[in-house]
């Protein structure tokens, strides 16, 4: 166990937004859960108010949280390691984020990339697009995380968090915040989605966590491969199919395996689809039966996260106190 991690407060949380898919469990989920058994603390949870930027149908967004709830669950969150919660249900984030706003300048909002994608498209832009940056700041400073788990695209919302931190500071002379770190994992590769680029709920190019094997299926025989027939010599590295393969097969003889009868030939791509099926189906199977079994008792999950979303607002309810009594208010 890395001896510095174990004392660390960690903290992470993901946007109810769509079924989960590969992408996310390899690129968020999984990393999290294994930093679980690393760290002092993990507090994980669900940043639903964060999507109702892109949610705005109100039976997605509870089917979607019990989805990400049970996944989480299905693939080895420990609730009672740490603390995974609801932001919804911790109101003093809410608090927070407004107590930042009015350390925060407009010109430095404005510039974040999110905002700033958002204007580039041209749409209507509401106002919680450009208060994303100051929420997701309030989800770290409340609960005084020092790590923060999170994909690249993210570093700027953390650096963001940081200088609120240090403006209230120094407006209110006192270094009540721990500033956070942006943990990036490197070695997170980007998967692959079916057409090759980066698998995306809004590109409509994903392979689902848990599935029906018909639906495993469906997606994979979709995955886009070049026109070379069974006998010809493939490249592996070029292939979507055996990327996907090597991310997710455990047996590290059995991806050597399928890499020679690539660069043999004798071995068509429906063959390798078979294959990754195969490896989905043992990797994720025992899970998607957990997931199913777990999703089918919303009663449960509401508990286990409200549960959880207790235990985050006591500490959330003492740490805003103190922050208030810096303020003036009565
Ligand atoms: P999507 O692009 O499907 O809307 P999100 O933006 O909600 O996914 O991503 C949630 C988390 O999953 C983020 O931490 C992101 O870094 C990770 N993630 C999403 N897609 C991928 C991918 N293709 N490869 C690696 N990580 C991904
Ligand atoms: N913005 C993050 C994402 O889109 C989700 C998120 C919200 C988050 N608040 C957070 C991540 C706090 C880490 C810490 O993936």
Redesign the pocket.
């Known amino acids: 166990m890395d001896k510095e991690l174990a004392t660390k407060r960690v903290l992470t949380g993901?946007?109810p937004?769509?079924q989960p898919?590969l992408?996310?469990a390899?690129?968020?989920y999984l990393p999290a859960i294994e930093l679980q058994s690393q760290v002092g603390e993990l507090f994980f949870f669900l940043a639903d108010y964060h999507s109702l930027n892109s949610v705005f149908d109100p039976e997605e967004m509870r089917s979607q949280s019990y989805d990400i709830i049970a996944t989480m669950l299905a693939l080895g969150l420990d609730p009672n390691k740490g603390c995974f919660y609801l932001q919804s249900a911790v109101p003093q984030l809410c608090e927070l984020q407004w107590i930042l706003s009015c350390v925060s300048p407009f010109g430095m909002l404005t510039r974040a990339h999110t905002f700033k994608d958002a204007e580039a498209k041209g749409v209507e832009i509401n106002c919680g697009v450009f208060n994303y940056p100051l929420l997701m700041a309030a989800d770290i400073l409340l609960f005084g995380a020092s790590l923060v788990p999170?994909?690249k695209?993210q570093k700027q919302h953390l650096e963001m968090c940081r200088d609120f931190a240090l403006r209230f500071h120094h407006r209110y002379q006192k270094e009540i915040f721990t500033l956070p770190e942006a943990l990036i994992q490197e070695h997170?590769a980007?998967?692959p989605?079916l057409d090759g680029e980066?698998?995306?709920?809004?590109k409509g190019n994903v392979i689902p966590v848990f599935a029906e094997d018909k639906l495993w299926k469906k997606a994979i025989a979709r995955i886009v491969t070049d026109s070379k027939g069974v006998d010809e010599k493939k490249d592996p590295e070029n292939c979507i199919v055996f990327r996907l393969y090597r991310l997710i097969e455990q047996s590290q003889s059995k991806v050597e395996a399928l890499k020679a009868k690539y660069l043999d030939g004798g071995y068509g791509y429906g063959h390798a689809k078979q294959d990754l099926l195969a490896s989905m189906t043992q990797r994720f199977g025992p899970q998607r039966d957990r997931y199913f079994k777990l999703r089918s008792r919303e009663k449960d999950l509401y508990e286990i996260i409200m549960d959880g979303s207790a235990k985050a607002r006591t500490i959330a309810a003492q740490n805003i106190q103190s922050i208030r009594s810096l303020l003036g208010v009565l």
């Open positions: 993901t946007r937004s769509g898919h992408g996310n390899f690129g968020a999170v994909g695209d997170v980007i998967v989605g980066k698998m995306s709920k809004s």
